[in-house]
C-alpha cells in the first residue's frame, strides 16, 4: 500500500489521521478486552462455587425422592399435581455493548404443598423442598454460564479486531507515513538543490555582466 500511495502533503495527512484512529482504536479495544475478561474471570469464579451447590442439591433431591419412593410407592401421580413454573422472566444488562441476560425466578417463602397429606409423608414434603432448591440453583446456573458464553465470544472477536489493527493495519499506516515522509523529503531536497544550482548561475551571469 506504502508504494502505492502518492507522495502528497494531503495524502501525508490522511495517512496520519488514520494511524491516529488506528492506535486510538487499539487503545478502546484492548481496554474493552480487558473489562470483558475481568468480567468473565469473576463469573467462571460464581460457576464454579454454584456448582458445588447445585451437584450436592442434586444429590440429596434424587435421595430424597428415592426415599419417598421406598415409603410411599412410585410418586408418578403424585408428580402431577405439581404446576409448571411460570415465575421465570429474563433481562439483559450490559457490560461494554455486550448483552448479559439475568434470569430471575420468584422464590417463595416456606413450601407450598400441591397435594394432600393423607396419601403422603413427610419425607415427600423434603424431596420437594429439595427440588425447589435445585430449581433455583439451576436457573442461576443457566444466568452465569449463558453470561460466560456471550463474553467469551465478545474477548474472542474485541481480540481479533485489537490484532487486526495491531499487525496489519497500524504498521501499514505507519509504513505510508514513513513512505510519504522519506518522498517529501527527497522532494525538498532535489528544490533546494535546484535552487542552489539557479542561485550559482544567476551570481556567475551577474558577475560575467559585470
Do not use: W
Request: charged share 30%; proline share 2%; glycine share 4%.
Amino acid at each position: 500500500m506504502a508504494a502505492q500511495a502518492v507522495p502528497t502533503k494531503g495524502n501525508l495527512m490522511n495517512a496520519k489521521k488514520s494511524l491516529e484512529l488506528s492506535r486510538l482504536g487499539y487503545e478502546l479495544l484492548d481496554k474493552k478486552r480487558n473489562i470483558l475478561i475481568r468480567e468473565m474471570m469473576s463469573l467462571i469464579d460464581h460457576v464454579k462455587a454454584i456448582q458445588g451447590k447445585i451437584d450436592k442439591a442434586y444429590e440429596e433431591a434424587y435421595l430424597a425422592l428415592e426415599t419417598a419412593n421406598i415409603t410411599m410407592g412410585f410418586c408418578d401421580e403424585i408428580s402431577r399435581s405439581v404446576p409448571e413454573e411460570d415465575s421465570l422472566t429474563l433481562s439483559y444488562r450490559s457490560v461494554m455493548g455486550v448483552e448479559i441476560p439475568i434470569v430471575a425466578i420468584q422464590e417463595k417463602e416456606g413450601l407450598e404443598l400441591q397435594y394432600g397429606l393423607y396419601t403422603t409423608n413427610s419425607i415427600l414434603d423434603d424431596a420437594q423442598q429439595k427440588f425447589m432448591e435445585v430449581k433455583y440453583l439451576t436457573a442461576h446456573l443457566a444466568e452465569i454460564e449463558n453470561s460466560v458464553y456471550r463474553l467469551a465470544n465478545a474477548i474472542s472477536t474485541t481480540q481479533r479486531r485489537a490484532n487486526a489493527l495491531k499487525n496489519i493495519m497500524i504498521p501499514r499506516f505507519e509504513g505510508t507515513v514513513k513512505y510519504i515522509t522519506d518522498a517529501l523529503d527527497e522532494k525538498d531536497r532535489e528544490e533546494f538543490s535546484r535552487l542552489k544550482v539557479i542561485k550559482r548561475q544567476k551570481q556567475a551571469a551577474a558577475e560575467q555582466d559585470s
